[in-house]
C-alpha cells in the first residue's frame, strides 16, 4: 500500500499533467460573470498600487508574497481570477500562480485598464499617494527634462545629469533594484499610510 506522502505525491504528480502551470486568458466581462457565479478574483499587484485603486470585492496577494512563499494559497473548489494592471505580471508569474491552486485559474486580460476600458466599476482612493513606480516615472522623466533644459540655457555638462538619471533606470531594469524607489518610499506622503498600507 503507497504511504500518504506517497499518495500526494502521486496525486500531484497526476494534477500537474491534467492541468499545465499555465493561466487561461478572459475578457473583463468573462470575468465579470465568473465573479457573480462565485469565482475569486485576486489582485497580485504591490500594496501601494492596490490601495489607490481596485476592483471590489477583489482579493489582495501581491506578487512579492507569492514570489517569497508567504501565502498559503486557495481553499479547494475556489475558481480563481487573476489580475495585474495590464496583464503582464499575471503572464509573467503565471507558473507561480497556477501553483496556488488545483482548480481553474484565469487571468483577466489587460489587467485592471482593460477592466476599465469596458466600463465595469473600479474604486479609487485619491487620499492614497501614486504608486510607487508612477512616482518614479514622474519624478525620473521631470529631472531628465530638468537636465536637458539647464544643458540648453546654462551648461552643456547639464546634459550628463540627464544621462545619469537614464543609466539609473537601466540599472533598474536590468537588476531589479530602484534606488529612486526607496528613497521615494521614505517620503513623508508615502509613509503616512504605510502602517495601513502594511496591514492590507
Given at each position: 500500500?503507497?504511504?500518504?506522502?506517497?499518495?500526494?505525491?502521486?496525486?500531484?504528480?497526476?494534477?500537474?499533467?491534467?492541468?499545465?502551470?499555465?493561466?487561461?486568458?478572459?475578457?473583463?466581462?468573462?470575468?465579470?460573470?465568473?465573479?457573480?457565479?462565485g469565482?475569486?478574483?485576486?489582485?497580485?499587484?504591490?500594496?501601494?498600487?492596490?490601495?489607490?485603486?481596485?476592483i471590489?470585492?477583489?482579493?489582495?496577494?501581491?506578487?512579492?508574497?507569492?514570489?517569497?512563499?508567504?501565502?498559503?494559497?486557495f481553499?479547494?473548489?475556489?475558481?480563481?481570477?487573476?489580475?495585474?494592471?495590464?496583464?503582464?505580471?499575471?503572464?509573467?508569474?503565471?507558473?507561480?500562480?497556477?501553483?496556488?491552486?488545483?482548480?481553474?485559474?484565469?487571468?483577466?486580460?489587460?489587467?485592471?485598464?482593460?477592466?476599465?476600458?469596458?466600463?465595469?466599476p473600479?474604486?479609487?482612493?485619491?487620499?492614497?499617494?501614486?504608486?510607487?513606480?508612477?512616482?518614479?516615472?514622474?519624478?525620473?522623466?521631470?529631472?531628465?527634462?530638468?537636465?536637458?533644459?539647464?544643458?540648453?540655457?546654462?551648461?552643456?555638462?547639464?546634459?550628463?545629469?540627464?544621462?545619469?538619471?537614464?543609466?539609473?533606470?537601466?540599472?533598474?531594469?536590468?537588476?531589479?533594484?530602484?534606488?529612486?524607489?526607496?528613497?521615494?518610499?521614505?517620503?513623508?506622503?508615502?509613509?503616512?499610510n504605510?502602517?495601513?498600507?502594511?496591514?492590507?
Amino acid at each position: 500500500l503507497l504511504s500518504r506522502f506517497e499518495l500526494k505525491t502521486k496525486n500531484k504528480a497526476k494534477h500537474a499533467e491534467e492541468h499545465p502551470m499555465r493561466l487561461k486568458s478572459v475578457s473583463p466581462e468573462e470575468a465579470r460573470l465568473m465573479i457573480d457565479g462565485g469565482a475569486v478574483l485576486v489582485d497580485i499587484r504591490e500594496a501601494d498600487e492596490h490601495m489607490r485603486e481596485k476592483i471590489p470585492g477583489a482579493r489582495h496577494l501581491p506578487v512579492s508574497a507569492v514570489e517569497t512563499g508567504e501565502t498559503d494559497g486557495f481553499h479547494p473548489g475556489e475558481t480563481v481570477i487573476f489580475h495585474c494592471r495590464t496583464g503582464m505580471r499575471t503572464t509573467a508569474n503565471a507558473e507561480r500562480l497556477r501553483g496556488l491552486t488545483e482548480c481553474e485559474a484565469y487571468l483577466v486580460e489587460g489587467g485592471i485598464d482593460e477592466w476599465k476600458k469596458a466600463g465595469l466599476p473600479v474604486a479609487v482612493d485619491r487620499n492614497e499617494p501614486l504608486p510607487i513606480q508612477r512616482q518614479v516615472q514622474i519624478t525620473a522623466g521631470g529631472l531628465v527634462v530638468l537636465g536637458a533644459i539647464l544643458g540648453f540655457t546654462l551648461s552643456p555638462w547639464f546634459h550628463l545629469f540627464s544621462a545619469f538619471i537614464g543609466a539609473g533606470l537601466m540599472q533598474a531594469g536590468i537588476s531589479g533594484w530602484c534606488g529612486m524607489a526607496l528613497l521615494l518610499k521614505v517620503m513623508p506622503w508615502n509613509r503616512r499610510n504605510a502602517p495601513a498600507t502594511a496591514a492590507a
